[in-house]
């Protein structure tokens, strides 16, 4: 990419499945998704709500999958799949057993 101007890698605290790779050119500006480091989210999600590992990778892959089934644009899955995930605990967090 020799016409490119600066690429910097564009992190948010909330989401950082989201991590993107923004590469400016002069007439342009490339965003190039990274690929999502499911292990690190299933972890932090699992300390979040003091849930098993385990759990939260199992959850995490059922709700990925139906997300997938459907899904033409496939781009925001992780996105709404960790959304949904901490969603469910959050409920079953305030349902009583």
Known sequence: MRDAVAGLIVRTEDQPSMDVF????????????????????????????????STVEQILGSERHQLEQGARIKDFIPVLAVKQVRDLLRTSRQTPA
Do not use: N, Y
């Open 22 to 53: 923004i590469t400016m050119r002069k007439d342009q500006v490339a965003v190039q998704p990274q690929p999502v480091k499911w292990e690190g989210l299933i972890q932090g999600i699992a300390e979040e709500f003091s849930c098993p590992f």
